[in-house]
């Protein structure tokens, strides 16, 4: 039997397309039994206060670059969105002294438009936003060479192939409202996924690729980053992918509560934690992924009681 249509944009799979159970027992979950679904493999950690969340944060990028060396270079791939990380990793490495020269970092994606990525003069750039709120805060004598930098651009492959040049320690990311990270979004309901989304493996076998973004992410980015301007939010996206995101020796999401909402919050947590692998939601994905950390700001979780407003 086809499962039901979604409850947003019926021509694409998304969580509304879950047992309803399984919504229900997420949005029960409190902070204490959030707390307790940690699992060997999926460690849920919480922070009191937004200095120790975002300071934490930065602080993974800080341990990753620490390790490279000239024999076994080293890096993270990073997310933009959060952003409020990336002036504290440039003050770090400017106060400790951290040398770059062996590091590497891989822009998570970028947008798509007019059959290629867009420039960094684009405002919604995330090189741009990468290189102005981090990479250019560091002092050049520090700085990692410029072939240690990789966003994904167009032309995928060679994208693709800077991740065989250094081992990536981390893959931060945060959590899109639509239950992804970076922009791995639920796939188009037609075709041979009319019925059902994609199998776990079949996901799991796709690399970094342009892709078309669902409805509730080009809503997402136009109220985080462009006041609600959804027009000027474009319709595609490059991301990495779960092929790369396997090659990461940890998956660390960040969720202070200004991107996702609290159900979603919880969802992603549970499944993950249970094991129950759905690519309507993403996200779940990882619960295939031998050490994930979801990172939680206590104060940002909310709740899922109703409330008018």
């Given at each position: 039997m086809s499962r039901?249509?979604?409850?947003?944009?019926?021509d694409?799979?998304?969580?509304t397309?879950l047992?309803a159970e399984?919504?229900?027992?997420?949005?029960a979950?409190t902070?204490?039994?959030l707390s307790?679904?940690?699992r060997p493999?999926f460690r849920?950690?919480?922070?009191?206060t937004?200095?120790?969340?975002?300071?934490?944060?930065a602080l993974?990028?800080?341990?990753?670059?620490?390790q490279?060396?000239?024999?076994?270079?080293?890096?993270?791939?990073?997310?933009v969105?959060?952003?409020?990380?990336?002036?504290?990793?440039?003050?770090?490495?400017?106060?400790?002294?951290?040398?770059?020269?062996?590091?590497?970092f891989?822009g998570?994606?970028?947008?798509?438009?007019?059959s290629?990525?867009?420039?960094?003069?684009h405002?919604?750039?995330f090189?741009?936003?990468?290189?102005?709120?981090?990479?250019?805060r560091i002092r050049p004598e520090?700085?990692m060479?410029?072939a240690?930098?990789h966003?994904?651009k167009?032309?995928?492959?060679?994208?693709e192939?800077s991740w065989?040049?250094?081992?990536c320690?981390?893959?931060?990311g945060?959590q899109?409202d639509?239950?992804?990270?970076?922009?791995?979004?639920?796939?188009?309901r037609?075709g041979?996924y009319a019925?059902h989304?994609?199998?776990?493996?079949?996901y799991?076998?796709l690399g970094?690729r342009?892709?078309?973004?669902?409805?509730?992410?080009?809503?997402?980015?136009?109220?985080?980053?462009?006041?609600?301007n959804?027009?000027m939010v474009?319709?595609?996206a490059?991301?990495?992918?779960p092929?790369q995101?396997w090659k990461a020796?940890?998956v660390s999401i960040?969720q202070a509560g200004?991107h996702d909402?609290?159900?979603?919050?919880?969802l992603?947590?549970?499944?993950i934690?249970?094991?129950?692998?759905d690519?309507?939601?993403?996200m779940?994905?990882l619960?295939?992924h031998?050490?994930v950390?979801?990172?939680?700001y206590a104060a940002g979780l909310?709740?899922c009681?109703?409330?008018?407003?």
């Amino acid at each position: 039997m086809s499962r039901p249509l979604s409850r947003i944009a019926p021509d694409w799979w998304d969580y509304t397309t879950l047992d309803a159970e399984i919504i229900r027992d997420a949005a029960a979950l409190t902070v204490d039994s959030l707390s307790r679904l940690s699992r060997p493999g999926f460690r849920v950690v919480f922070y009191d206060t937004l200095e120790d969340f975002y300071l934490a944060e930065a602080l993974e990028y800080i341990t990753a670059w620490q390790q490279a060396t000239a024999d076994d270079p080293v890096g993270i791939c990073g997310p933009v969105g959060p952003t409020e990380q990336l002036p504290l990793v440039a003050r770090l490495v400017n106060e400790l002294g951290v040398d770059l020269r062996h590091a590497h970092f891989w822009g998570m994606d970028e947008w798509y438009e007019d059959s290629r990525e867009v420039p960094v003069t684009h405002p919604l750039s995330f090189e741009r936003a990468d290189r102005e709120l981090c990479f250019d805060r560091i002092r050049p004598e520090l700085r990692m060479p410029e072939a240690n930098l990789h966003f994904p651009k167009g032309d995928v492959d060679s994208y693709e192939a800077s991740w065989q040049t250094a081992r990536c320690a981390v893959m931060q990311g945060g959590q899109g409202d639509i239950k992804h990270w970076a922009f791995n979004d639920p796939v188009r309901r037609d075709g041979k996924y009319a019925d059902h989304p994609p199998s776990a493996e079949e996901y799991r076998r796709l690399g970094t690729r342009v892709v078309d973004l669902h409805p509730v992410t080009l809503a997402q980015n136009a109220r985080t980053s462009g006041g609600g301007n959804i027009t000027m939010v474009p319709q595609k996206a490059i991301t990495v992918g779960p092929v790369q995101t396997w090659k990461a020796e940890k998956v660390s999401i960040w969720q202070a509560g200004v991107h996702d909402n609290p159900l979603g919050q919880r969802l992603t947590a549970l499944m993950i934690s249970k094991r129950i692998v759905d690519s309507a939601v993403p996200m779940s994905l990882l619960a295939d992924h031998p050490n994930v950390q979801f990172n939680y700001y206590a104060a940002g979780l909310g709740t899922c009681a109703v409330e008018m407003h």
